[in-house]
């Protein structure tokens, strides 16, 4: 069955480290999207992808950054890790396609200590 | 600016019928989504209105009325399983979603 990944599930560094959290889908989806998901907000949106070589930047972009060198997989990297970006940050995956749902990864608990 | 608006945590009986309310005022609209999301585990898609009106899907259905700016889900014969948050979404024109901050439904026996 089709499915979408992320590791690690846990993860707890330290301010200014950087740190990469991985998504990996196997639906063949050319759109994938990061969010970040804290307490009293919705779900928002960090970067997105609509193929390969193709990265958008979302509307919590600052600190982040992603690539996309294959269909299966966008990587997002925190490039100096902040306390503010203590968060869980879920990956989603839909069709080619501008309205399509979104299927969501398990999501990654990130703490910055 | 963009903004989505839905009720933070509703209480509803086993067995039961609830209404979860969601306004929203977006920058152009594509659409409006409904999300599914149980403590701990990944949002999963429940619905999507684009034309006014009631789409029903077993116990569950979604209204929409593009000209109020409003959408309600309504979730019938309520069952402990379905204790979770509800995320209301609306596409804007980019083809954005704009998310609501969730209604946390709990359900009593």
């Known amino acids: 069955d089709a499915e979408i990944t992320q590791s690690p599930r846990h993860k707890i560094t330290e301010t200014g480290r950087q740190v990469t959290l991985a998504c990996h889908q196997t639906?063949?989806?050319?759109?994938m999207f990061w969010y970040r998901q804290d307490l009293g907000h919705g779900l928002r949106l960090i970067h997105y992808?609509?193929?390969?070589?193709?990265?958008n930047k979302g509307e919590v972009s600052d600190g982040y950054s992603v690539s996309r060198s294959n269909t299966e997989d966008l990587p997002l990297t925190l490039e100096s890790a902040a306390s503010s970006q203590t968060s869980v940050y879920f990956c989603?995956?839909?069709?080619?396609?501008?309205?399509?749902?979104?299927?969501f990864g398990p999501g990654t608990r990130l703490t910055v200590t | 600016g963009q903004n989505i608006d839905q009720p933070t945590e509703m209480t509803a009986t086993e067995g039961a019928i609830v209404q979860i309310n969601c306004t929203y005022q977006?920058?152009?609209?594509?659409?409006l989504f409904w999300y599914q999301q149980h403590a701990g585990e990944a949002p999963t898609f429940l619905s999507y209105?684009?034309l006014d009106g009631l789409e029903e899907k077993g116990r569950f259905s979604s209204f929409l009325s593009r000209s109020k700016g409003y959408s309600y889900l309504l979730l019938k014969e309520l069952q402990m399983k379905d204790s979770a948050s509800y995320l209301c979404?609306?596409?804007?024109?980019?083809?954005?979603?704009?998310w609501g901050a969730g209604t946390k439904l709990i359900i009593k026996p």
């Open positions: 989603a995956s839909s069709e080619t396609g501008d309205v399509a749902e979104q299927y």
């Open positions: 639906w063949n989806h050319n759109n």
């Open positions: 992808s609509y193929g390969v070589q193709d990265t």
């Open positions: 977006t920058s152009g609209f594509n659409g």
């Open positions: 209105n684009v």
């Open positions: 979404a609306a596409m804007d024109s980019n083809y954005q979603l704009i």
